[in-house]
């Protein structure tokens, strides 16, 4: 019988939910990796036999307990994940038998050393570019050290046919996924941007996958149908907004939902919650290591260098989403992407003639009023 934590009864009522949904699981016998980060190799935990999982970090009460480790002046996203792993808020990882981190940024890579005083953590060690032969060979040797560390954690052999049948089980759920977001491409579109962010979110918590991934199919289904329906033929006058940087967890109500509310609509997120991750799938006929390899190092995240090939994503999104205007949200204290967020700028602005806002914000609701105010001017000269 697996212990739940000491406040347990003190947890709001989907928090309690959360835990006795993932400790039911692990009683079965099921083996749970927390995950961070779209570089993550769902494949490898799949074939496995475990569940990857992605981890809290999107409170801004944790951000709090983590203060009393962390400076001030950090990313909102990894002071949450860290105050809801010490302050034991956070049932994946409370349940997790181990944390995959990876070395995205220098404020996350420093917070896995202390979380690595709690949990087993193994470490992906990331190359910072995706030209040069020696970025894939090591990248490479990185994919075949963590499928060591999960077979002999888990004691298993992960096969090539097992890893063969989960980098198809993958595809799918990517197929899928970027189904539902190009919903965003039909106008009017015929869900909100908030709604559809929230949806891909909530699966990334689910254990029951194959289920979850069959209701977003035919959730996608009925949306078209309802656009074919009711709305073909129609143009909406609302302005169409693409979201890009950050990660949007924490902040989605204050920006993303308040963007709606203010008239215009977000039909696109080309952010780590987006489509950044998913368009690209892993060859299924290529060596499943080297495959997995390739995938993952073209994740065109901020952290590359030069990363020429996140303004080409940007870019195809905005003739294929019909973008009218391009909002950048970065997290405090987030350097790679509020520097490039320069270059960013000028590519939207002076190569596709279209607006374009820097937000900077955290998870806290201080500077609330003054988004209102800025996306407010922003939405009025669309």
């Known amino acids: 019988m697996l212990d739940l934590p000491e406040r347990f009864d003190e947890y709001e009522e989907t ?3 959360g835990f006795l949904r993932v400790k039911e699981l692990k009683e079965k016998g099921a083996n749970i990796v927390g995950v961070f980060c779209t570089y993550s190799p769902y494949e490898l935990i799949y074939a496995a036999g475990a569940y990857p999982i992605s981890l809290c970090g ?3 009460v944790s951000v709090q307990a983590a203060q009393a480790h962390l400076p001030e002046n950090l990313c909102p996203l990894i002071k949450s994940s860290y105050g809801n792993a010490i302050s034991e808020t956070c049932p994946y990882f409370y349940f997790s038998d181990l944390i ?8 996350k890579k420093k917070m896995y050393e202390l979380l690595g005083k709690i949990k087993d953590v193994h470490v992906m060690h990331l190359s910072q570019g995706q030209s040069k032969k020696h970025d894939f060979l090591y990248w490479r040797e990185e994919m075949l050290e963590f499928k060591r560390v999960l077979e002999k954690k ?10 063969r049948e989960a980098i198809k089980t993958r595809n799918r759920e990517r197929k899928i996924m970027v189904d539902f977001y190009e919903l965003g491409k039909l106008n009017p579109i015929p869900i909100s941007g908030f709604e559809m962010n929230t949806t891909i979110e909530a699966i990334q918590y689910r254990f ?16 078209r149908e309802k656009y074919e329906r009711e709305l073909k033929g129609t143009k909406s006058n609302r302005p169409r907004i693409l979201i890009t940087g950050c990660p949007t967890g924490g902040v989605r109500h204050k920006v993303i939902k308040q963007i709606e509310d203010l008239g215009a609509d977000v039909v696109a997120f080309e952010n780590c919650s987006g489509v950044k991750e998913k368009k690209m799938l892993v060859d299924e006929n290529k060596d499943p290591i080297d495959a997995l390899t390739d995938k993952y190092l073209n994740v065109n995240c901020s952290v590359m260098t030069p990363n020429t090939n996140r303004l080409k994503d940007i870019g195809e999104m905005i003739d294929e989403y019909q973008v009218d205007g391009v909002v950048e949200v970065v997290l405090q204290a987030c350097h790679t992407y509020s520097i490039e967020a320069y270059t960013v700028k000028n590519y939207v602005r002076k190569e ?10 955290d998870y806290s609701e201080f500077d609330t009023g003054q988004l209102n105010t800025r996306l407010n001017a922003f939405i009025e000269i669309l």
């Open 15 to 17: 928090r309690r939910e």
């Open 58 to 60: 999107t409170d801004n």
């Open 100 to 107: 995959l981190g990876e070395t995205t940024c220098d404020g």
């Open 154 to 163: 888990f004691n298993v052999e992960i096969t090539e046919e097992k890893l």
């Open 208 to 223: 029951d996958r194959e289920e979850a991934y069959a209701e977003l199919e035919e959730r996608t289904k009925e949306l």
């Open 352 to 361: 596709k003639n279209k607006p374009y806002l820097y937000i900077e914000t």
